[in-house]
């Protein structure tokens, strides 16, 4: 059968739970002579908009039974999809047994997804657990030489311009199958998810044989990492304030890079309770600040490193205000995304055209759990997200001098910091604000000896005589194997360290910080970000 060949239609079955643009698709139908089936609330809204449609009961003379868990299940039904029509011992069972061939099945599925969201308790998300829909599709997909398969409204447009030209052709057909199939895919991906969330416990996450990961893609994007790779940006349905649930008010188009960018970024800022600007470039954080206000935040975070804040993206946990806003924009800046913004800064940020602002109505949980994955050759890996978190009382005190409060406040804020820096990680912090960050450096000492240079770099642009970091506390994501990344943190200034600890060589590195007359804390949790 070649494209030239289109599919008349004879028969249709139309059953869904999103009712739009289902009376125009039958309405479209009725004037090509097409003899509607339909079942429940669909054949009700039909009938209610005047188009004559017959029950599948009255099709297959077999009711409906059990509740309506068993209506389409019948043979008289997936007889009538499976049926191919090139084949003569098919059309003869078929006529033996009196079945109706089915040439269109326009089918989507029960609400599963947004029952479970509205808090439904386990037996109606059970009960929205649908079997004749999704073995429908996959009947109809399966023969798509001889039927055509719409699982979507959005389909219905491109169907309906095909049926004004005499019918579908192979390559929709073909099409639409493979969206079909997707489509009962993603749904059973849900369900399996819901299985495996039923029986973990809150606060875990699962890690279960066979993982499903279905994603609904929100946008294709114009290019990769680089112009060369093709990219797109897939929605999984967790619930989490970000991007998915992010509204672009203004700005050109978001690119692969801005996206995995501000990524970082907002679940970065989402760490700190006060008021908090986050700014990033290429995924690591160049400046964080805590502050009484936006504004001070704004000041204290690009102060850390003003040279790579410019085309970066900025990060905020609170309401964007006009202050701020006028603030961020003298400098060039990709993307600013906060859970929300005044009218005042959206009108003032309107202005740079380029500039993307995103608003995600909220702030995700940073001590929510959830699973992170990543490709690798013929896999990926799976782990829970680095939700945890180190309080005051967890600290242990390892050197002679312990650290002063300002100090303790300030060693607690770097470490968190430092969750969302590449590994290997060295933050300087003084007074809830980075001075100095070394990121993704393969020795440690590196990393520190990075971020005291770019802390001197910044005081220079600063006007200031002295490293950022004299003065400042120091974090380190992971452990010190050797006493040289001590006494590198200590070269810079710094007065008082937080590391996890754990080192073999721990006992060279307290005595090193004891010489050096500095205070030090182990986390015994470490923050590696690869």
């Not at 504004?295 to 202050?323: H, M, T, Y």
């Not at 005291?452 to 452990?479: I, M, N, Y």
Request: with cysteine; charged share 20%; proline share 4%.
């Amino acid at each position: 059968m070649t494209d030239e060949n289109r599919l008349p239609l004879r028969r249709a079955l139309l059953s869904v739970s999103d009712k739009e643009g289902l009376v125009e698709l039958a309405r479209a139908l009725v004037e090509q002579n097409v003899e509607i089936l339909s079942t429940g609330g669909s054949a009700r809204t039909l009938r209610e908009a005047g188009i004559a449609v017959q029950e599948v009961s009255e099709h297959t003379g077999f009711p409906e039974i059990l509740d309506g868990r068993v209506k389409t299940l019948v043979p008289w039904i997936h007889g009538g999809i499976l049926g191919r029509r090139d084949n003569k011992e098919h059309l003869a069972q078929m006529e033996a047994h009196n079945i109706a061939p089915i040439d269109l099945v326009c089918v989507n599925l029960y609400p599963f997804s947004a029952t479970v969201a509205s808090g439904a308790d386990a037996e109606t998300c059970i009960e929205n657990i649908d079997i004749g829909g999704p073995a429908m599709v996959r009947a109809a997909a399966k023969n798509f030489q001889h039927v055509v398969i719409l699982t979507a409204p959005a389909q219905y447009k491109e169907f309906l311009a095909a049926l004004k030209q005499g019918g579908t052709t192979l390559t929709e057909r073909r099409q639409w199958a493979s969206s079909a199939y997707a489509h009962t895919a993603s749904y059973d991906s849900m369900i399996a998810s819901w299985f495996v969330q039923e029986q973990t416990p809150k606060g875990e996450v699962a890690l279960p044989e066979t993982v499903t990961i279905s994603g609904k893609r929100g946008a294709l994007l114009r290019y990769g990492e680089n112009p060369h790779q093709q990219a797109a940006f897939y929605q999984t349905g967790e619930k989490r304030f970000g991007l998915a649930t992010a509204r672009q008010v203004q700005g050109k188009e978001l690119s692969y890079n801005n996206l995995n960018d501000t990524d970082a970024a907002f679940e970065a800022v989402a760490e700190f309770s006060e008021p908090s600007v986050v700014i990033v470039k290429h995924a690591n954080p160049c400046g964080v600040a805590s502050r009484p206000t936006l504004l001070q935040a704004w000041e204290a975070a690009l102060r850390c490193d003003p040279v790579s804040a410019f085309g970066g993206i900025v990060a905020l946990n609170r309401k964007l205000d006009l202050a701020t806003a006028e603030q961020i924009s003298t400098i060039f800046t990709e993307v600013v995304v906060a859970p929300e913004a005044d009218s005042e800064a959206i009108e003032l940020l309107a202005k740079k055209k380029n500039l993307r602002l995103l608003l995600t109505e909220g702030v995700p949980d940073p001590t929510e759990a959830g699973l992170v994955v990543r490709s690798v050759s013929g896999g990926f890996l799976a782990q829970s997200r680095d939700n945890g978190h180190v309080s005051l009382e967890s600290l242990k005190v390892v050197t002679k001098r312990a650290p002063s409060e300002q100090e303790m406040k300030d060693l607690l804020f770097a470490f968190r910091v430092a969750k969302h820096v590449k590994s290997n990680a060295v933050i300087y912090a003084k007074d809830q604000a980075t001075v100095g960050i070394g990121a993704g450096q393969m020795s440690r000492v590196d990393s520190a000896r990075i971020a005291a240079r770019k802390s001197e770099d910044a005081a220079q642009a600063a006007g200031l005589k002295e490293a950022l970091t004299v003065g400042s506390v120091a974090a380190s994501d992971a452990f010190f194997p050797f006493a040289d990344g001590l006494e590198s943190v200590v070269a810079a200034g710094a007065t008082a360290v937080i590391q996890p600890g754990g080192s073999i060589r721990d006992q060279e590195v307290i005595d090193a910080a004891n010489k050096a007359g500095i205070a030090m804390v182990f986390t015994g949790m470490r923050h590696f970000r690869h």
